[in-house]
């Protein structure tokens, strides 16, 4: 077994860890939606807010499934990076409207909200390595990608 042997080997389950944790993100987010229509503050609703990134963290999950490239892990990375971001940082910090955002600021902590959080962080951590490891080969160095596809 060559060494990019293992790198190919890993490809499939970091796609699932990608788009399990996008869809737990996906799933808490959409079911909490509905609450987040009365936030204040904004011009855009909380609701919105949390049907977008549940729509966004499904088609990141869908894309690392059909097509695991590093685009498609840079998106995903990117989509349950932010929401891990936002989540700690309206858990921790009062900021107010920002500007059309609404104030999201939640200082409680309960089961859904560790749901999202470790289903965000499994899946931007899982999407980081994806992103690092996608189309690495068991090329030696120096040789064309022709040769290694014939060999």
């Known amino acids: 077994m060559r060494p990019g042997d293992r790198v190919r080997d890993m490809d ?3 796609r699932l860890l990608v788009a399990a944790g ?6 808490v ?5 509905p609450d987040m229509k009365f936030v204040e503050g904004g011009s855009i609703g ?18 690392v499934l059909v097509l695991a490239r ?27 409207a920002l500007g059309p955002l ?6 409680v902590w309960y089961g859904e909200k560790t749901a999202s959080l470790v289903g965000e962080g499994v899946a931007a951590l899982a999407a980081l390595a994806g992103f690092l490891t996608v189309g690495r080969s068991s ?13």
């Open 12 to 14: 499939i389950p970091l």
């Open 22 to 27: 996008l869809a737990v993100d996906a799933f």
């Open 29 to 33: 987010h959409w079911r909490f939606a």
């Open 46 to 63: 909380g609701d919105v807010l949390f049907r977008v990134q549940a729509v966004a963290a499904a088609l990141a999950a869908v894309l």
């Open 70 to 96: 590093r685009w498609t892990y840079a998106v995903a990375f990117l989509v349950a990076g932010s929401a891990v971001g936002a989540l700690l940082l309206y858990y921790a910090v009062d900021v107010g």
């Open 102 to 107: 609404p104030n999201m600021y939640e200082p």
């Open 139 to 151: 090329r030696r160095p120096g040789e064309r990608p022709e040769a290694a596809a014939e060999g």
